[in-house]
């Protein structure tokens, strides 16, 4: 059975800093890895999806990359800033689920002005 | 463009009682549909997934069901609600890899 697991479970850093979250997963057969933000009380937001062939994707100031073999994921952001105070949350599709993800408890990011 | 609607947003019902929640899809046809809870402190659980029209597969044994009467409508229901059914839920879609979420319906039983 699949398990993802984040660390740290929270962070709070001061605005400007770059930080990077973790996630690593159990089992190695997955279709992709996804990282998405969610905001209190509110539903998920899709950041980045980095296929199983892939080892990174960016968009904007967020790099996340894939290393498949060792069941590791990190989500790195530059500059941070107050706006990117959310939860973080990665998840990851298994091969032959019908697309279904697996999600961690997710970080809880705090980024202080 | 793609949306997913979900309501209501806050619900507050009592021990023993129904449960209907709703999700709807638009722009899309045939899509994968997913029931997900969020309970605190433990992550987001995948409840229930419909692949078509009256398909439903449970992931988990509960005091729910679920139900796709049309290709883009998903229900969550419950005949009479527990304690233990307070939670966040999510309702999601997706054609392909990238999965898409709606608001979420933030349910309170008392």
């Known amino acids: 059975k699949q398990e993802v697991t984040q660390i740290p479970a929270a962070l709070s850093v001061p605005e400007g800093e770059n930080l990077v979250l973790n996630c690593s997963f159990t089992d190695s057969a997955i279709y992709n890895l996804q990282w998405f933000r969610q905001d209190p009380g509110k539903g998920l937001t899709s950041l980045l999806l980095?296929?199983?062939?892939?080892r990174e994707q960016t968009s904007g100031r967020l790099n996340a990359s894939l290393d498949k073999s060792s069941g590791r994921s990190t989500l790195y952001i530059a500059a941070s800033q107050p706006g990117d105070s959310a939860t973080y949350l990665c998840a990851v599709t298994g091969l032959g689920s019908n697309y279904k993800l697996t999600f961690g408890k997710g970080t809880l990011l705090t980024v202080n002005p | 463009s793609q949306t997913i609607h979900q309501w209501p947003a806050t619900l507050v019902q009592p021990v023993g009682s129904p449960l209907s929640l709703e999700c709807t899809v638009e722009?899309?046809?045939?899509?994968?549909l997913y029931w997900y809870r969020q309970a605190a402190g433990r992550g987001l659980q995948l409840l229930f997934y419909?692949?078509?029209?009256?398909?439903i597969s449970s992931e988990v044994p509960q005091n729910l069901s679920a139900s796709r009467p049309q290709d883009r409508q998903f229900i969550l229901s419950s005949k009479k609600l527990l304690l233990s059914d307070s939670g966040f839920y999510l309702c999601?879609?997706?054609?392909?890899?990238?999965?898409?979420f709606g608001q979420g319906t933030r349910l309170t039983v008392v």
């Open positions: 419909s692949v078509g029209i009256g398909q």
């Open positions: 999601a879609w997706s054609v392909g890899p990238l999965a898409f």
């Open positions: 980095i296929q199983s062939s892939q």
């Open positions: 722009g899309t046809s045939n899509p994968n």
